[in-house]
């Protein structure tokens, strides 16, 4: 069974960093796909970033101006994503997410992903 547990989050001010990071257990393939998704107070749940593990394949939402980095933690099996110079606007919650197989041309689609953590809060003051 697949299992997912963010951790990292909290309230940190405007122009500081976070590392959130996400354990991932139970795949029976060697390679899947991880992403970070998150959801801002009136908006939908949105995609940040994702990569395949173990490929180098990663994808960027457009919006994130180059402050996030999502990278493989292959010691802990762990995704983490890194988010600097953090603004009020990303507050919300972030959610790590998995599937098994699929494109990168889909990788920050929600529907498209079938297992999903519990979320973890980032709030961010001005």
């Known amino acids: 069974q697949v299992h997912l547990v963010e951790s990292g989050g909290g309230s940190v001010q405007a122009g500081g960093s976070l590392r959130l990071s996400c354990t991932a257990s139970g795949f029976s393939s060697h390679t899947v796909w991880l992403a970070w998704f998150r959801q801002v107070p009136g908006k939908e749940r949105e995609g940040v970033a994702a990569?395949?593990?173990?490929?180098?394949?990663?994808r960027y939402a457009n919006f994130l101006k180059g402050r996030f980095t999502i990278a493989e933690d292959s010691d802990n099996n762990a995704l983490v994503l890194l988010i600097n110079d953090l603004e009020p606007g990303d507050t919300g919650m972030y959610y790590c997410?998995?599937?098994?197989?699929?494109?990168?041309?889909?990788?920050?689609?929600?529907?498209?992903?079938?297992?999903w953590g519990q979320g973890i809060q980032v709030t961010v003051s001005s």
């Open positions: 990569l395949r593990t173990g490929s180098g394949q990663a």
């Open positions: 997410a998995a599937r098994d197989n699929g494109f990168i041309a889909d990788s920050l689609r929600r529907n498209n992903y079938k297992y």
